[in-house]
């Protein structure tokens, strides 16, 4: 059984802290460089390119190369319905759809 401590007690206690990675190492979070073996990348779930298609008048659809849905991207043309069901113009959605289907290369460029 544990012992109760008093709450006074308990906060004035200097408890132990977690031991601490050395940043020269490649902690998470540090951005330093790991040195050794290069890991090797698993292969990617949704393979490059990605597409924009146009659905029903009402969405765009962001998909891979083996046409597997990745985003929907919704949009109202009708003014007066615009603002009761908060969605974007017909040009905003396909303009962050094809930002959307942009990722893969974009990404490739970083590594």
């Given at each position: 059984?544990?012992?109760?401590?008093?709450?006074?007690?308990?906060?004035?206690?200097?408890?132990?802290?977690?031991?601490?990675?050395?940043?020269?190492r490649g902690a998470p979070?540090?951005?330093?460089?790991?040195?050794?073996?290069?890991?090797?990348?698993?292969?990617?779930?949704?393979?490059?390119?990605?597409?924009?298609?146009?659905?029903?008048?009402?969405?765009?659809?962001?998909?891979?190369?083996?046409?597997h849905a990745l985003a929907?991207?919704?949009?109202?043309?009708?003014?007066?319905?615009?603002?009761?069901?908060?969605?974007?113009?017909?040009?905003?959605?396909?303009?962050?759809?094809?930002?959307i289907a942009k990722l893969?290369?974009?990404?490739?460029?970083?590594?």
């Amino acid at each position: 059984m544990r012992p109760v401590v008093p709450a006074a007690q308990c906060a004035a206690r200097v408890w132990p802290r977690a031991p601490q990675r050395n940043a020269r190492r490649g902690a998470p979070g540090t951005g330093a460089r790991q040195h050794g073996p290069a890991l090797s990348l698993p292969e990617r779930r949704f393979p490059p390119p990605w597409s924009v298609e146009e659905h029903n008048d009402a969405c765009f659809i962001v998909k891979d190369r083996d046409g597997h849905a990745l985003a929907y991207v919704y949009f109202e043309e009708e003014p007066g319905r615009r603002p009761a069901t908060r969605l974007m113009t017909r040009d905003e959605a396909r303009r962050i759809a094809a930002n959307i289907a942009k990722l893969p290369e974009l990404l490739k460029r970083r590594a």
